[in-house]
């Protein structure tokens, strides 16, 4: 089983040494890497150029566009069975490879992996972990409240089919954690949507036509929203936790020319916004769980805005707003079959207000 390895990387000369590096460690070889760069100056091409000669490696060039962009460049180019994207600041652990062609083979009907993303730091030259059983996929268990019980059923119900998955997509459209199935997600396989971008892969007969829409900017929840496409299609996704990177530490996301505050909400907007993405094509959707989570979530911020006075949880409160206005706009222009484009219209209220 041969795979593609799908690279989207942007001013990260000084970090993607260490993942190619990780990638010519694999025991497993039968794969090639396709990087899809969009040029910064900071000489990221001549550390391409130093691995060219030891990896089966592609350069595709992005002269336009944001993430999602990039992984449509990516999937164009694409010819392994199986297409696996991992970040340009992940590093994969020896094994890497060989645990998602295992997924594949071990396991019936498989159409998406992901894998585990453990949080590490560089010290000098050498990556060690920030501490043992901590991941960015696998929350920490612990008990929820009886409110949270109670309402969770409502607002964080996850859709039909979707019961006993760790990440899955909520009937109010939103990416949920199933605290229960983490308890055993550290030691074998689980049902899971896909989890990180950092770490996933899906079979290429899966994604066969697929393309991303190009209404994101930081790329928020496509990894839920290519995996809700192959979960309809009639595959089973897991998590397998053998397949594992290591995610440096280091304060910067693929998107690195908006202000901290901007990206902020942006980072929520894009995540409220699955919902409209796949509303009118997802029927298990609903408008009640929806008007449910918004009640209930934004009491939530308000009472931490109130009480921990975590000033954060205005610009959340204001992702939330947004989301609602622009998908209302944008299921207002599909019915009258006009253009709209939601994240410019974002753009616009960002500038406005900040």
Same mark, same amino acid.
Not at 121 to 144: A, M, Q, W, Y
């Given at each position: 089983m041969h795979l593609s390895v799908i690279i989207p990387t942007y001013k990260r000369a000084h970090l993607l040494g260490y993942v190619l590096d990780g990638l010519r460690r694999q025991t497993c070889k039968d794969f090639n890497v396709i990087i899809v760069l969009?040029?910064?100056? #900071?000489?990221?091409?001549? *550390? !391409? $150029? $130093?691995? %060219?000669? /030891? /990896? &089966?490696? &592609? @350069? *595709?060039?992005?002269?336009?566009?944001? !993430? *999602? &962009?990039?992984? +449509?460049?990516?999937? $164009?180019?694409a010819n392994g069975d199986v297409i696996t994207f991992l970040d340009d600041d992940a590093v994969p652990c020896v094994d890497w490879v060989e645990r998602h062609v295992e997924s594949y083979e071990m396991f019936c009907n498989i159409g998406g992996v992901a894998g585990n993303v453990i949080p590490a730091?560089?010290?000098?030259? $050498?990556?060690?972990? !920030?501490? #043992? +059983? !901590?991941?960015?996929?696998?929350?920490?268990?612990?008990? /929820?409240t009886f409110l949270e019980r109670v309402f969770g059923k409502v607002w964080d119900a996850p859709l039909d089919g979707m019961e006993g998955f760790l990440v899955y997509i909520s009937k109010a459209g939103v990416v949920g954690y199933n605290l229960d199935v983490s308890r055993f997600a550290w030691n074998r396989p689980v049902k899971s949507l896909l989890g990180m971008g950092a770490n996933i892969s899906v079979l290429r007969e899966a994604v066969e036509g697929f393309r991303f829409p190009s209404q994101w900017v930081l790329g928020l929840a496509w990894e839920q929203f290519l995996g809700w496409h192959v979960?309809?299609?009639?595959? +089973? @996704?897991?998590? +397998?936790?053998? %397949?594992? *990177?290591?995610?440096i530490m280091h304060g910067e996301s693929l998107t690195r020319d908006i202000r901290s505050v901007k990206k902020d909400l942006l980072r929520w907007v894009e995540n409220y916004l699955l919902f409209y993405r796949l509303y009118g094509v997802e029927r298990k959707l609903s408008r009640m769980h929806r008007i449910a989570w918004l009640i209930f979530s934004s009491l939530v911020s308000v009472k931490k805005l109130c009480i921990d006075k975590e000033l954060r949880q205005i610009v959340k409160l204001k992702g939330k707003l947004y989301s609602e206005l622009i998908g209302q706009k944008w299921l207002l222009a599909k019915k009258l079959g006009t253009n709209y484009t939601p994240l410019t219209d974002l753009e616009k209220r960002i500038a406005h207000n900040f």
């Open positions: 969009k040029p910064s100056g #900071d000489k990221t091409e001549k *550390v !391409v $150029e $130093e691995y %060219a000669g /030891l /990896l &089966d490696l &592609d @350069l *595709v060039l992005q002269r336009r566009g944001f !993430v *999602v &962009d990039a992984l +449509n460049l990516g999937l $164009e180019h730091k560089l010290f000098g030259s $050498e990556l060690k972990k !920030v501490t #043992d +059983n !901590v991941s960015h996929i696998i929350p920490p268990s612990r008990s /929820l979960w309809k299609r009639g595959y +089973n @996704l897991i998590f +397998n936790p053998k %397949a594992s *990177v290591y995610h």
